[in-house]
């Protein structure tokens, strides 16, 4: 490029996505092609635009569609937390890496959309506009996609983390043990007799209390796995009051 020179800071959460000349201490320099709107020069700084919270041009906030012009000195800000995510009500759409994510948040209750099938970024990004989801991904490029409604970066690769990362920063409502794990669809109460052709002989004799899915019909009570899903659902829950 030969055009205006301007001068950039990213906020400390946004500097994994940069080379390492923009999160250093100060401003770095950047020539841009003088016709670029400021969205598009930190997205080719490597930044998706779902990660970035207010741009501050020459300390006053600016819009994406900002076109910066020589000199101006650009305060890239990280998004604030909790963020809200206005005009739909909070739900989300995991891509096909992130299973172990999507059925955590189905155990407490959250509305997360996901299937172990790979459907493309296109298909993702169309879904994420059809029905208004929010898009989590690790993927830079898929959540630089026009068409998504919403989206955020997952900063982990471990469950755990991905987990409270989430939670933090969108604060869903939790309900636990109202969705089915499986298919994201809304649990409720079973009869055991209702659910007898669903269950193991042993199963049968020990347990009393079951939930179905009313979109897959699975049966759920509180075998040898509860205590670990237990502990899940119980530090999410404390960690979503402290």
Not at 3 to 18: N, R
Not at 206 to 211: E, G, H, I, Q, S
């Amino acid at each position: 490029m030969n055009g205006p020179e301007i001068h950039v800071s990213f906020a400390p959460a946004l500097h994994l996505f940069v080379a390492s000349e923009y999160s250093a201490a100060g401003p770095a320099p950047v020539v841009t092609d003088g016709s670029s709107t400021l969205g598009h020069v930190v997205e080719s700084l490597g930044v998706p635009l779902t990660e970035v919270g207010r741009l501050v041009v020459d300390g006053t906030e600016a819009a994406v569609s900002h076109v910066p012009g020589a000199g101006e000195n650009i305060e890239v800000r990280a998004v604030e937390r909790p963020q809200q995510i206005p005009g739909a009500p909070l739900r989300f759409l995991l891509d096909v890496h992130l299973g172990t994510l999507a059925r955590r948040l189905r155990l407490l209750g959250v509305d997360a959309a996901y299937t172990n099938e790979d459907p493309g970024d296109a298909a993702l990004a169309a879904l994420s506009a059809k029905e208004q989801r929010v898009l989590l991904s690790r993927d830079r490029g898929l959540l630089r996609r026009r068409e998504i409604w919403a989206g955020a970066f997952v900063y982990s690769d471990r469950p755990d983390d991905q987990l409270r990362d989430v939670l933090g920063r969108f604060a869903p409502t939790l309900a636990p043990w109202t969705r089915c794990t499986a298919c994201n669809g809304r649990l409720a109460d079973a009869d055991k007799n209702s659910v007898r052709e669903h269950l193991e002989h042993g199963t049968q004799r020990t347990y009393d209390v079951f939930a179905q899915c009313t979109a897959c019909g699975r049966v759920y009570w509180r075998g040898a796995h509860h205590a670990r899903l237990e502990a899940i659902v119980e530090k999410a829950l404390r960690d979503s009051t402290a």
